[in-house]
């Protein structure tokens, strides 16, 4: 069969592998199994040492933002979900979040508490998928395993609560659609017992002391403090670097306030640093978990926030009372009018800094969105924290910013 | 002398009977099928949860590999924006014969809730797709249910085929064009 | 008549607006806040307007004094972190752009939103010099809306490919893309000459085209996978008003299997 030929040409052609001052261009990705998405970088090298690292991103834009400039709010939320699809119900939350502040509405009591339960088992989901990814890249394959092993039952509590395990659109805005089914609390602290087990007797056991594990991790992708706040690190990379900053504690929004936890903070600014802030975050996860479930108990029956001119009323004064379903028709078909403003809300998502910006016009769409994701930021350092390193320690680095690609995308 | 030449690569006429060959060739191929891990987005995530601890794809005879040069199955899991498209497409073109692509999810389907300019709407107009799967993103259940179904596909198709002739690109009937 | 589209904004609209709808504004409060006040102070030759919205500080000032504005913020009120910046459209209304820098004081927990307000066609001082943050949302600025940005090291496409046409986030760009953004892939990939045999993008979720015998079967018109389009008259069936009840059996063709 004769050879068509085709116009298939991409940029990597264009590049010129060889150079005059005997360094090596090479092409890491689109799609590359530890590129933890389409993460394209263009390394440099001089023999095994990275001299230039070029990190070229946008293979996942979807365009979400010029989405929401097309969408009602109530619309555009389960888009959210694919933003960090790792934990999703952080990006649904800080969507959620920002369109109540803008509408200065706030959520009932035992929607904070469901709401702030899954934000901690998101924050669990996600680290659970670091450390499996992460040490996949490194060459442990058995923690992958295992800790995939667990994330699965984080998944069925989820899917038990919201029906999806991946793109979970839990939380609305004003509340959450849905009560705890019955029996879930129960399992929660069972899988919180599991996690704290687990992360002690089979993450840290095979990692901690590990000799190939610290050989490849300690003093690899070292982030002074101040590097770290000049590119815009938040999160556990921030805090890796010695900056104890988390939005939780010094921005406190939902039940923070009221919650008793650490912040976990490293000075090691490496990468081995990171590893034992989010086996240490995990711990505080199921601290904060269960401090919740008494305050579950406590709580009104009440879901979503009571406000008519945004927020639709319950199912039943829907089907019963005819001012309410005049109210869900409009607000279903026209969708919601926030007042005129802007807003910028930063959560602290499993990532680092998650926040929307709003910009309102008073319109049922939104007049501009913007995402402002940390991985996106994080990426941006890959091209600082690269040079001087060696082309193995690549994925570890990469593994240890733990950046997603939808939400550096968008 | 050679009266009776048998042109092996064009025409299907092996030089015993197919039946067979076809059954041998196909049981082989159907039942180690190797996909390329060609994880784009979310979907990713679950191809990924499929291959491990409790769904755990190996006990199905397919292996994750991570060269295309390895791979019999393409499996598209995740948004196809247009800056990728052409790698998909070379990723496709280095994959060796034979080969089939199963598209996993809606994004790569028909573009699913991204009916943006960013996103390819479809993956089917730049590389041709076997198995639809559907979802938002599909559980690993599913994806496994889709793997058989190409089982199942590759049992039914000619061990001899010539992919060539399937690869049709085009969605309105009436206008037939074969893409290399 | 075509329905009149205004061409600056193609953006979705309200369908209805109901002519009394009065647009309220989210309020916006004095500086009283100890903090944000002295910040006020420091930077009062630079500041046109402040205010807190929402509990963040909000200072407008001169697109040409962002570069001194965020560097006194960063040097001397410790604003250490430029968590965000990008920009608005409003080519439409003024013909000017809104731009925003979100900072963020580590110290204090406070933010600060510095906002100005660029022409079309200028450009603004990159602040890549403070913050190395600043690199690759500056890109991004310029990649969405094609702000230039002088002094950047490196100012180039960052998410569309970089022989895109157009810059997406501009109001004036379809959400669908225009006619070079529908077409890319077939363009890069196989060239302009496949365009006619992979035909348009469907853009309609709900299209349905009884001809294609691939993707739709149709009741009473039963045709193989992928076989000839049947236009025959259609088999008499009987439907209540939901089910259907009779469905003449020995009359009708049974495929051994669709797929």
Not at chain 1, 103 to 129: C, D, K, Y
Not at chain 1, 337 to 346: A, D, H, L, T
Not at chain 2, 136 to 147: D, F, G, I, K, S
Not at chain 3, 154 to 176: A, N, Q, S
Request: proline share 5%; net charge negative; with cysteine.
């Amino acid at each position: 069969m004769q050879q068509v030929p085709n116009k298939l040409t991409p940029f990597f052609e264009n590049l010129n592998f060889e150079r005059d001052d005997n360094t090596m261009v090479i092409n890491f990705g689109p799609q590359h199994p530890s590129a933890h998405g389409q993460l394209r970088l263009v390394l440099e090298l001089d023999g095994e040492q990275v001299v230039k690292a070029y990190p070229d991103i946008g293979y996942l834009h979807r365009g979400i933002e010029k989405m929401a400039e097309n969408m009602t709010y109530n619309e555009f939320l389960p888009t959210t979900d694919r933003l960090d699809y790792i934990a999703s119900t952080s990006n649904n939350y800080a969507y959620a979040l920002a369109v109540e502040k803008l509408l200065g509405i706030e959520a009932p009591r035992r929607a904070q508490v469901i709401r702030t339960m899954l934000l901690e088992l998101n924050r669990i989901i996600s680290h659970l998928f670091f450390i499996a990814t992460h040490a996949l890249d490194v060459g442990a394959m058995s923690v992958f395993l295992y800790a995939f092993r667990e994330r699965e039952y984080a998944m069925d509590l989820m899917e038990d609560y919201c029906g999806a395990r991946l793109t979970h659109s839990a939380v609305r805005i004003g509340g959450v659609p849905l009560d705890l089914p019955k029996g879930w609390i129960e399992n929660l602290a069972a899988f919180c017992d599991k996690v704290d087990h687990e992360v002690e007797h089979t993450y840290e056991a095979l990692l901690s002391q590990n000799r190939i594990w610290r050989m490849r991790l300690e003093d690899v992708g070292v982030i002074s403090a101040e590097d770290a706040l000049n590119w815009g690190c938040t999160g556990p990379m921030l805090r890796g670097s010695g900056v104890k900053y988390d939005i939780r504690k010094e921005e406190p929004y939902e039940l923070y306030s009221e919650l008793d936890f650490d912040i976990p903070v490293s000075d090691r600014c490496d990468s081995y640093g990171r590893y034992r802030l989010y086996m240490q975050e995990m711990r505080e996860s199921t601290k904060i978990l269960r401090q919740l479930m008494p305050m579950y108990a406590k709580s009104d029956s009440q879901l979503m926030a009571h406000a008519p001119q945004y927020i639709s009323a319950p199912k039943e004064q829907i089907m019963t009372q005819n001012y309410a379903l005049m109210q869900h028709f409009v607000l279903v078909t026209q969708g919601m009018r926030p007042p005129k403003g802007e807003v910028y809300v930063p959560t602290e998502s499993p990532k680092g800094e998650l926040g929307f910006y709003i910009k309102s016009e008073g319109e049922p769409y939104a007049y501009r969105l913007k995402c402002r994701a940390p991985s996106f930021f994080h990426t941006g350092l890959l091209q600082e924290i690269l040079v001087g390193t060696y082309i193995a320690d690549v994925v570890t680095i990469i593994g240890t910013t733990n950046i997603v690609f939808g939400e550096v995308d968008r | 002398m050679a009266q009776h030449q048998v042109n092996y690569a064009s025409t299907a006429g092996l030089p015993i009977a197919l039946t067979s060959v076809d059954k041998l060739v196909n049981w082989g191929r159907s039942n180690s099928l190797w996909p390329l891990t060609y994880g784009l987005a979310c979907c990713a995530i679950e191809m990924m949860a499929s291959g491990d601890s409790r769904y755990d794809f190996d006990r199905m005879g397919t292996i994750f590999r991570a060269s295309p040069r390895q791979a019999d199955v393409m499996i598209l899991a995740g948004t196809l924006s247009k800056k990728h498209s052409e790698f998909a497409r070379r990723l496709y073109d280095q994959m060796t014969e034979p080969k089939w692509v199963i598209s996993m999810g809606s994004c790569a389907n028909t573009g699913g809730m991204f009916n943006t300019y960013a996103t390819v709407q479809g993956v089917d107009r730049i590389i041709p797709v076997d198995i639809y799967l559907p979802g938002c993103a599909p559980r690993p259940e599913t994806l496994q249910y889709a793997m058989m179904m190409l089982q199942k596909k590759i049992r039914k198709e000619s061990a001899n085929m010539n992919k060539n002739t399937k690869q049709d690109l085009t969605h309105q009937t009436g206008k037939r064009a074969r893409l290399i | 008549m075509r329905k009149y589209v205004p061409k600056g904004n193609v953006q979705k609209k309200a369908y209805y607006t109901d002519r009394f709808h009065v647009v309220p504004r989210v309020p916006r409060n004095e500086v009283e806040d100890a903090h944000f006040a002295s910040v006020v102070s420091v930077l009062k030759a630079d500041i046109k307007e402040s205010y807190m919205e929402l509990g963040q500080l909000v200072i407008h000032i001169d697109n040409r004094s962002n570069f001194d504005v965020i560097k006194v913020l960063k040097e001397e009120c410790g604003y250490t972190q430029c968590s965000e910046q990008s920009a608005v459209d409003y080519l439409a209304q003024d013909n000017e752009f809104e731009l925003f820098w979100q900072m963020l004081n580590v110290n204090e927990a406070k933010r600060v939103r510095v906002v100005c307000r660029l022409p079309q066609g200028m450009a603004i001082d990159s602040i890549e010099s403070l913050f190395k943050s600043a690199n690759f949302a500056e890109r991004e600025m310029f990649d969405m809306f094609g702000i230039k940005v002088n002094n950047h090291p490196f100012l180039k496409r960052i998410l569309m490919p970089d022989d895109w046409e157009g810059h997406p986030l501009l109001k004036t760009y379809p959400l669908h893309g225009d006619e070079f953004a529908s077409w890319y892939e077939v363009d890069k990939i196989f060239g302009k000459a496949y365009r006619d045999i992979i035909g348009p993008e469907n853009r309609d979720p709900s299209k349905i085209d009884i001809e294609d015998t691939k993707r739709f079967s149709r009741v009473g018109y039963e045709v193989p996978f992928g076989g000839e389009y049947n236009s025959d008259t259609k088999e008499e069936i009987e439907y209540s008003d939901t089910f259907l009840v009779n469905y003449n059996k020995p009359k009708s063709k049974t495929l051994d299997e669709r797929r």
